[in-house]
DNA sequence: CTGAAAGCGCTTACAG
DNA sequence: CTGAAAGCGCTTACAG
């Protein structure tokens, strides 16, 4: 019940309580003697500093805003925890907020999350409104949206090169031979579902084909899985590339439980490589986002803004990687 | 840059700085009017409460501290995100601290939280001292395990009916006609591994069958992996009881890749009923642990404490429920 | 209902 | 190096 303040210590260690601040200030002046006074009070009362009474007066609440969606698709949890891990070796820690999918929504957990004083707000996989990004600039917070990017720029983001892997995905199934290709896209309303798909459909005509069919699968997997039922219907597609691997898992259900094989009938490939892409079950061909350097990128990127003060938008992509599996037929000479 | 505050709202509006604070703390008394020209100034500054001030002088940061480990198993997000749904809903927030395994590890990050003045803790999938234990409740701050119990009686816990769900599991095993049953255990270092494999042994004793093998799969897909490849070399199991659904989809693949059908040439069940339980490429047998209900509790208990400032340790077990699918066997008579 | 004032637990110039 | 004092942005008795 009783909270042991800087005070308490002071008192039993005989000194005033600027000099028990000082002690557990790292940098600060304090005498050899001082401190093992003030350390032995300290861990005999238990004392710890109050984070919160520290960030009010330094202004540095060592607090970042995460801002999460769609926490079923494997490739967030992932995020989340590489992001948490690496905050907390820098003395940061992660402050959770899940969104929903609306920008208006995403805005007011924003607000509530500036009340909060963050010194920085990571959004992963949400948009927000130009309002609320005025307002994180008044307030000299900086912003890092996590693979996801906006328009006009007044945030910093990272990603990786969604339209490459888009255009590497289409180049794949063309030197595979593949001529019926579908693609169920990642959702429209995001710019990595837009990126891929229009890398993706870029490729195909320059190259004089026109895709089987293009649809919104959402992000979603019941909107995936009926997509697939609705192209297995007659004349099929040869190929399929998925926006995502959470949506390509329900496609390969579906592929499968149409008695076609993946890989052999139909060629799936997906995007991000989740760990259960790498599982037997499914062995996706995917294109892999580099999930490790984009959280050391947007980890660097905040925290240098915080240090720094310094928060103009920066736009990072880093490039990711075609990663061969079972799903889709390989063409010669690639691997 | 320029941080609004409420003394620069009465300024602007004509009023106190008290009068700023009560039309923002719920239940204090306001005159409409003051309430009017506050709002009015506020919102044309862009006025929004400092929460850190104010938890400074409350005492209450409405900051819960979650401690979590294993973010691979989809149990965990399915959990954080519920939680986290529902603790935004009531007000409150969580701040994530990721934690490595070990106990000490637990405590120092545990301490960290502390540090934050959270109002609660809520730790998932972890054990901690019990010198923690006495520092949390000096501190009078509620903690409550979240799929873990604690020796001693020390904290609250909030778990399902895992000795049950073992015994269940193993009667259903039976049912089957199953004479072979091997059991990959939870980890034998935590709570769940240890209940789920006691009640299993129990029925399979009481049966007067001796385990085809037991042995301790670490919650952990490669040492379960590894386990089945063992299992599978010469005289095989019939049936395997996996610790966790994790597990299992390692253990299912390895039978699989060994050129086996799970649910005919040998039953697999597992723990958790986690969403990828359900998808047709798993298909899994499983006891479901009732996650919603376990989230339910688990928020009802600790706001309860913190509203209440009583803290004494609550033990809730919450039943589940076998989920028949097509990785096992199906006695006649089961449904 | 409303304002002046104290105080939450710290950090940080300012003198010494 | 060290202490006294101001101040971070609020809430909350205390008078009126």
């Keep these: 019940m009783s909270k042991v303040t800087s005070a308490d210590v002071a008192a039993r260690a005989g000194v005033s309580q600027s000099a028990v601040s000082r002690v557990f200030t790292p940098g600060a002046s304090a005498s050899a003697?001082?401190?093992?006074?003030?350390?032995?009070?300290?861990?005999?009362?238990?004392?710890?500093?109050?984070?919160?009474?520290r960030a009010m007066v330094s202004g540095k609440s060592r607090?970042?805003?995460?801002?999460?969606?769609?926490?079923?698709?494997?490739?967030?949890?992932?995020?989340?925890?590489?992001?948490?891990?690496?905050?907390?070796?820098?003395?940061?820690?992660?402050?959770?907020?899940?969104?929903?999918?609306s920008t208006e929504g995403v805005?007011?957990?924003m607000q509530d999350l500036m009340d909060y004083q963050v010194d920085g707000i990571i959004a992963a996989s949400v948009s927000m409104s130009s309002t609320l990004a005025e307002r994180a600039r008044?307030?000299?917070?900086?912003?890092?949206?996590?693979?996801?990017?906006?328009?006009?720029?007044?945030?910093?983001?990272?990603?990786?090169?969604?339209?490459?892997?888009?255009?590497?995905?289409?180049?794949?199934?063309?030197?595979?031979?593949?001529?019926?290709?579908?693609?169920?896209?990642?959702?429209?309303?995001?710019s990595t579902g837009r990126d891929r798909q229009r890398g993706f459909l870029?490729?195909?005509?320059?190259?004089?084909?026109?895709?089987?069919?293009?649809?919104?699968?959402?992000?979603?997997?019941?909107?995936?899985?009926?997509?697939?039922?609705q192209l297995l219907d007659g004349e099929r597609p040869d190929a399929i590339f998925v926006g995502n691997d959470h949506m390509a898992f329900a496609v390969l259900d579906t592929i499968r439980q149409a008695g076609l094989v993946p890989g052999k009938d139909i060629s799936v490939v997906g995007f991000d490589d989740v760990p259960l892409s790498a599982w037997p079950a499914y062995d996706l061909t995917t294109y892999r986002q580099p999930i490790n350097r984009m959280?050391?990128?947007?980890?660097?990127?905040?925290?240098?803004?915080?240090?720094?003060?310094?928060?103009r938008p920066h736009t990072i992509e880093i490039d990711g990687k075609l990663i061969l599996r079972g799903s889709a037929r390989i063409p010669e000479g690639w691997h």
Tied chains: 1, 2.
């Design 107 to 109: 805005d007011s957990v």
């Design 202 to 229: 870029d490729v195909l005509a320059k190259a004089g084909l026109h895709p089987f069919a293009t649809v919104d699968g959402m992000y979603n997997r019941e909107t995936a899985a009926a997509c697939t039922r």
């Design 295 to 311: 959280v050391e990128a947007t980890i660097d990127l905040i925290l240098g803004q915080i240090d720094t003060g310094e928060a």
């Design 138 to 190: 008044a307030a000299g917070i900086p912003v890092v949206l996590f693979n996801r990017a906006q328009e006009g720029g007044v945030f910093s983001n990272v990603t990786s090169a969604n339209v490459t892997g888009g255009r590497v995905v289409a180049e794949f199934l063309l030197a595979a031979g593949h001529t019926r290709i579908a693609h169920i896209a990642g959702w429209q309303g995001s």
């Design 63 to 101: 607090i970042i805003g995460l801002v999460v969606a769609y926490l079923e698709n494997q490739f967030y949890p992932v995020a989340l925890e590489l992001l948490s891990n690496a905050l907390q070796k820098r003395g940061y820690h992660i402050l959770i907020f899940t969104a929903p999918n």
């Design 33 to 53: 003697k001082t401190a093992a006074k003030v350390r032995k009070a300290a861990t005999e009362l238990g004392y710890r500093p109050n984070v919160l009474a």
